[in-house]
């Protein structure tokens, strides 16, 4: 049998190379209960692999969807995410830098849109961070 992830591998390369292939393959992989891999990711950036305000938005959607993360670290070029079941609750991101808020709000709100219940999430980090879209836009 074909293990899961592997009818649903995303690459990070595509378009600008950034974050957005992570946020949104792990937003829909909540949303559609699929194990997602993604590889070369952030492959088009100077400093390529998960920055910390990537990671956390992968940690916090993990926390939404009681899944499971693999090769989640600072720098990874692959991770694989895996979502169980998606549940509203109390949830907090803080990437420890002045990372983007609004690129975790980007991952996450999909699935809590779909977690059945009122949920509160506590994000730490800039509304105005260089390269993401600033808070009021």
């Known amino acids: 049998r074909t293990p899961r992830w592997r009818r649903s591998r995303w690459t990070g390369s595509v378009l600008e190379g950034g974050g957005q292939i992570v946020r949104m393959a792990a937003a829909y992989a909540c949303i559609f209960s699929r194990a997602v891999r993604v590889t070369k990711v ?57 990372g983007s808020i609004t690129m975790m709000v980007q991952a996450s709100l999909f699935p809590l849109l779909f977690a059945g219940g009122s949920s509160a999430v506590e994000y730490c980090g800039s509304t105005d961070a260089p390269y993401s879209p600033p808070l009021d836009f």
Not at 58 to 85: H, K, M, W
């Open 42 to 98: 952030r492959a088009g950036r100077p400093k390529p692999g998960l920055a910390a305000q990537h990671l956390e938005s992968l940690r916090l959607v993990c926390d939404i969807s009681q899944g499971s993360l693999e090769n989640d670290y600072i720098r990874s070029r692959e991770v694989t995410f895996t979502p169980a079941e998606v549940v509203p609750g109390d949830f907090r991101a803080d990437p420890g830098t002045p």
